[in-house]
């Protein structure tokens, strides 16, 4: 993997900083004013024609480029460039009704009016055929054009159809996956409550008004989902890889969304981007929420193998559809722009550049508020974190390459959130988040990965919850640890194979041979209910302490794994809690419960010393300080942020380092103040 990529495209090699632009929404007049506003901002890029469909084709074979001829040329004229979309998140209202089967269908088999965004069957040859056209003649007007930086495809891709179109689709695609109805139904145990299917005919997606119980039809339709949204995908794509292939191509992912695994969406992709909307200054600790938004933030720089992504949208103040539209306070702006940046990112980009005077995201936050002028705070802010960005031309295209992958897996979330037990809430991501906030809080850097992807080059390898575990995974992983690596597991791992069906033999299933123990039973805690897991005398972690277990116990035997800690109450009560088991040159842990904060924060430090992970900065980080790591291979930029409202004293030791953003030189003891960030350079 290289240290350093290229810009995302060659004609900038600046990191990008702008905002969804909807000159459509305005007059003429205001255009050039954008074009004052954007540079007093120190914006470069502007996202244009996502929602654009219907003032780029009026009426059906009528197009309309010329106003965006004169969005274009404004932007070259003013040495910015274009994020260009396709327009298919909405259609306009003169294709719905002359083909209504472009509309989507609910599982309730109604179909929609017309309205909204994503209201659209992916399947649907007329919708293919249009967003095919729109796609061509967008890349036969603008190919050569010098604004022209990067494609975004569509907006947020999401959402399913029940119409005949897609039934008779999904059908086919079972047929494909599994070839025969005996394999189909042995792979659904479909025995079970007389589902046995005997004509493809029969099979229906999983809806309110039929079938829901059966998991492996349930598995089976988002996969489905998720492939038939790449195929609309890659149609509507054709036109612009053929007529414009050096101009990258991404979409806008939404974190952790569950409704597709964007693991199957990333290859086809050359950059990847995504929409960012914490909740900051709420409930949550700020420090608690930066670790969750910095763990999603992680997934996206992985989903291309540690390549830059783009922070596609955020808000510059506050998001109007939360609950609570809390304005950023001063700081947070910067800070959590540059966080993104310090995961991976090499944009900041905001929705929206200016605001809607009208309809549903009127009072987003924007760049230019309806006052239209910059004489506002968040003007102002926007305008600083630019400076900033335009400082830090040094870290484009740099990546880290962690010792550490916490896995993560869309498909195993799916099986887990299906299954019937042990708890209804099971907690699969918060659970991830907390083994990776182990390592965030010691500054740490983390890559987030699927089951699937390789795992050459970790030292360590955290695992949490792995459910269901697909073909040649388990093979890896005893691959990986035979090798010298270290594995992390815990409870409720080794379960179900990829069909949801559970595994025979003993659980772990094809992990009770690795991680060397029999999973027997699981208990589920009520939310007041407490166990302890108790250290043995002289373990090899030097773990002195009694921890907290609630929610799940695994009841485990060890069979070839050494004891490391002991359940002290119930009637497992001496029982295996903490095991580890030495396989080839490696070795496999299995953490039996869900235990507190404090036993993570103590086993992973044992585990980072142990195996010398590398750190952004050798320094003790006190709490809500995160410090993040991008290199080129010779110069390495640790990004130092406190994420707490007050200011926080760091020991940086005998090191000397150069703040790019203040060019001081820093060392010994510095002063991060409330919300603030540091790029430390060596």
């Known amino acids: 993997m290289p240290e350093r990529y290229p810009p995302i495209h060659p004609k900038c090699p600046h990191f990008l900083h702008g905002g969804d632009y909807n000159p459509d929404q305005w007059p003429e007049a205001v255009w050039a004013e954008d074009m004052r506003l954007m540079k007093l901002a120190h914006c470069n890029a502007m996202s244009v024609g996502i929602f654009a469909w219907a003032r780029l084709e009026p009426a059906e074979g009528q197009f309309d480029f010329s106003w965006l001829d004169r969005i274009m040329d404004l932007l070259a004229d003013n040495e910015a460039y274009a994020v260009l979309a396709t327009p298919s998140g909405a259609r306009p209202a003169w294709l719905s009704q002359t083909y209504p089967e472009v509309l989507r269908v609910r599982p309730d088999r109604g179909r929609n009016l017309h309205g909204v965004r994503h209201n659209h069957c992916f399947t649907s040859p007329v919708y293919r055929e249009k967003t095919r056209l729109v796609s061509t003649k967008l890349a036969e ?11 975004h495809m569509s907006n947020e891709y999401s959402g399913e159809c029940h119409c005949d179109l897609c039934r008779d689709a999904f059908r086919a695609w079972l047929q494909n996956r599994y070839g025969t109805l005996d394999a189909l139904n042995q792979a659904w145990w479909t025995t079970f409550w007389a589902h046995t299917y005997t004509d493809w005919s029969q099979l229906e997606p999983p809806s309110p008004i039929g079938e829901r119980s059966v998991h492996g039809l349930n598995l089976s339709w988002k996969r489905f989902i998720t492939d038939q949204t790449v195929d609309f995908m890659l149609h509507e794509m054709a036109p612009l890889r053929e007529l414009t292939p050096d101009v990258p191509i991404t979409t806008n992912f939404m974190g952790t969304y569950p409704g597709l695994n964007y693991w199957m969406i990333a290859p086809h992709l050359d950059v990847i981007s995504w929409d960012s909307y ?10 608690e929420l930066a670790c969750s938004v910095a763990f999603v933030h992680d997934i996206n720089r992985c989903l291309k193998g540690g390549k830059p ?4 949208e955020s808000t510059p103040s506050m998001t109007n559809w939360m609950s609570v539209a809390k304005l950023k306070r001063p700081g947070m702006h910067r800070l959590s722009s540059l966080q993104a940046v310090a995961h991976g990112s090499d944009t900041v980009q905001y929705f929206q550049w200016r605001k809607s005077r009208g309809a549903s995201e009127k009072f987003h936050g924007a760049v230019v508020d309806h006052v239209g002028t910059e004489d506002s705070r968040v003007f102002r802010d926007v305008a600083e974190l ?11 295209g740099t990546t880290v390459h962690p010792d550490v992958a916490v896995v993560y897996d869309w498909e195993n979330a799916w099986a887990i959130d299906d299954a019937q037990g042990p708890r209804h809430e099971k907690g699969y991501l918060p659970t991830c988040q907390r083994h990776y906030r182990a390592f965030w809080k010691r500054g740490v850097p983390v890559d987030v990965i699927d089951m699937d992807q390789p795992l050459d080059g970790y030292k360590l390898v955290v695992a949490p919850m792995l459910y269901m575990v697909r073909p040649g995974v388990a093979e890896r992983l ?5 090798a010298g690596g270290t594995l992390v597991a815990t409870y409720w791992s080794g379960i179900v194979d990829e069909n949801d069906l559970c595994h025979l033999g003993g659980f772990p299933g094809p992990l009770r041979k690795l991680l060397g123990i029999w999973d027997e039973e699981i208990d589920a805690l009520y939310p007041g209910d407490v166990n302890h897991i108790v250290p043995k005398d002289g373990n090899a972690l030097g773990l002195c302490h009694e921890y907290e277990a609630r929610e799940l116990c695994a009841l485990v035997h060890a069979e070839s794994a050494h004891v490391l800690a002991r359940y002290k109450s119930d009637f497992y009560a001496k029982r295996p809690a903490l095991t580890v088991n030495e396989f080839g040159s490696g070795e496999a842990y299995y953490i039996a419960s869900r235990n507190d904060d404090a036993f993570l924060h103590d086993f992973y430090a044992a585990l980072a010393t142990r195996l010398r992970l590398q750190r952004a900065l050798i320094a003790t980080l006190p709490e809500g300080i995160s410090a993040t790591l991008r290199t080129d291979g010779n110069r390495h930029f640790a990004f130092l942020m406190n994420f707490n409202s007050r200011p926080a004293t760091i020991d940086l030791g005998p090191a000397s380092y150069t703040d790019l953003l203040t060019g001081r030189t820093i060392t010994g003891e510095t002063v991060l103040h409330t919300y603030g960030v540091m790029v430390l350079a060596d």
């Open 141 to 151: 007007r603008y190919k050569d054009h010098p604004a022209l930086l990067v494609w």
């Open 278 to 287: 914490p909740r900051w200054h709420g409930e949550q600790p700020d420090h």
């Open 309 to 312: 992504f783009m922070l596609m």
């Open 478 to 482: 005893e691959a990986f640890v035979e």
């Open 386 to 396: 630019g400076q900033c960005l335009e400082k830090l031309d040094d870290v484009v």
